[in-house]
């Protein structure tokens, strides 16, 4: 598991400074080393693809004001951005992480599920393979 944000609080600048901080010097191909690019696209399909652009699996599809997987990855920050995309809006009402405090009282503005730390690797993975194929 690649650490993410498990913390809360003020534990939580500080742990996402060392983490970026690591994932800055660390080779490329060792990100997302943890994760199954396999697994990650079905997960990226079935939670993902019904707002984004995931892949090959829907070039036609997502909302228009958000932005595609394969337009993220381009992203000099996208490994954080993916590693703490459920804190992110509009991710907190309907995505869960275990462990992990909920950070919005707001009603879901889509359907709610559940990920892991585990989950998130594969994902990574998966987004990560989306870099390789440019």
């Not at 901080?21 to 396999?38: I, K, N």
């Not at 939670?47 to 993220?72: E, I, M």
């Not at 919005?104 to 990574?124: G, H, R, V, Y």
Request: aromatic share 8%; with cysteine.
């Amino acid at each position: 598991m690649r650490g993410i944000a498990l913390v809360s609080g003020a534990m939580r600048g500080a742990w996402l400074g060392t983490l970026l901080a690591l994932a800055a010097s660390a080779p490329l191909t060792a990100m997302g080393q943890d994760g199954d690019a396999r697994r990650g696209r079905k997960l990226a399909t079935t939670h993902c693809a019904r707002c984004h652009v995931v892949g090959d699996f829907n070039p036609y599809g997502g909302v228009g004001s958000t932005p595609s997987f394969q337009r993220l990855v381009r992203f000099p920050d996208y490994l954080e951005r993916f590693q703490t995309f459920f804190e992110r809006p509009p991710h907190p009402p309907f995505v869960r992480v275990p462990d992990v405090e909920r950070r919005s009282n707001l009603p879901a503005n889509a359907t709610e599920f559940e990920i892991t730390p585990d989950n998130i690797d594969d994902i990574i993975a998966f987004v990560e393979s989306l870099k390789e194929e440019d």
